[in-house]
């Protein structure tokens, strides 16, 4: 976690603005346990991640919107039949995560 | 410096977010000493936030409870070793590669030297109770070794370790050293229920002969019961998770 942390001050350093993604709860297999963070700056650029890959992308998304404006957001991550590749957890498990901007 | 950016730097800290309902994304920091900065939108909130926070951060584990997220940061676990001794060494090569942060002491300046300890963070050369008063004490996340062979040296240190919050107390010894070492710390005052938070004989039992099995098998006992797990074959266990997740 300490070194998602280290990219995001010196992102903040250079002026960016920056989200977080936090894991908050997990069911079941799931493949970072909560507290797991990853962040992403307004040039685009990610650090870390809240799972083995399976949901960053959508997540970043969700972060892209946070830091155009919008609300924190709770978002839930299951195993979704007909888009299981984009935004399920192919292990099966379950995840929450929150995703809200970071202030320096 | 905003809530976020002082829990980034903290060592061991707490900072609870409200991730639904009325006050979305209200932060409150909880530090190491208990007080608190912030507000989570209300005192209920505040209570329970920072009664959580202060739990989980010692617990060393991340949390969702109801719709409070306790995210908490912590620095990796001390292992204080007393006794410059062979086995000293290894063990503290072996808590490193575990990510673990050890410790050497001993009042024997000729043994307790920096270069017989190199991946000790550090080695200090004094009685046990100057020697934790130095390193700031014994909490929660400080797990024992005591391996001197010298009773009055164990017998100090282990006085002292059992009146403190450590969670680990392991001490070396044949069983036959077991026996008089009890007699001893019953006369020195201490109860049945202090000498039963000490783990002696050391270690698991693997059955391992030199100072690097010796050590692997005080580690992985250290690894077990900081996870609250006895240490047994896992292709031997019925069930149960593997590790728990956010643990």
Aim: net charge negative; proline share 5%.
């Amino acid at each position: 976690m300490k070194d998602v942390l280290e990219d995001v001050e010196g992102w903040v350093e250079r002026g960016d603005h920056v989200a977080i993604a936090t894991v908050v709860a997990v069911q079941r297999s799931a493949p970072r346990p909560p507290g797991a963070k990853m962040a992403v700056n307004d040039r685009g650029e990610v650090s870390g991640a809240v799972s083995g890959g399976c949901v960053e992308g959508a997540v970043v998304e969700i972060a892209e919107q946070v830091l155009s404006g919008s609300e924190p957001q709770l978002v839930h991550f299951g195993i979704a039949d007909s888009d299981a590749w984009d935004v399920g957890l192919p292990c099966g498990g379950e995840i929450d995560v929150f995703v809200e901007r970071y202030e320096p | 410096m905003s809530l976020q950016s002082e829990f980034a730097h903290a060592e061991r800290a707490a900072l609870v977010t409200v991730v639904s309902g009325e006050h979305l994304g209200k932060k409150l920091l909880v530090r190491a000493d208990g007080r608190s900065e912030g507000t989570l939108g209300n005192e209920e909130m505040d209570a329970r936030g920072s009664a959580a926070g202060e739990e989980l951060m010692w617990a060393e584990h991340s949390e969702l409870r109801d719709e409070l997220f306790v995210d908490v940061t912590y620095p990796p676990p001390r292992l204080m070793v007393f006794g410059a001794v062979d086995y000293a060494a290894a063990l503290c090569r072996m808590a490193r590669a575990a990510g673990w942060r050890p410790f050497v002491i001993d009042p024997r300046g000729r043994f307790a030297t920096p270069e017989r300890f190199p991946d000790a963070e550090e080695v200090v050369v004094a009685w046990p109770e100057q020697a934790f008063a130095r390193l700031g004490g014994i909490d929660r996340a400080t797990y024992i070794a005591v391996l001197t062979h010298d009773p009055k040296l164990d017998d100090a240190a282990l006085e002292i370790a059992v009146r403190s919050d450590s969670p680990y107390i392991g001490a070396m010894g044949s069983r036959r050293a077991q026996a008089n070492r009890r007699e001893r710390l019953i006369e020195r005052g201490l109860t049945d229920e202090d000498l039963a938070r000490i783990a002696a004989p050391i270690g698991l039992d693997l059955g391992g002969l030199t100072s690097e099995e010796t050590a692997l098998s005080i580690m992985a006992e250290v690894v077990a019961v900081r996870n609250g797990r006895h240490g047994g074959r896992l292709s031997e266990a019925r069930g149960g998770r593997i590790h728990e997740v956010g643990a």
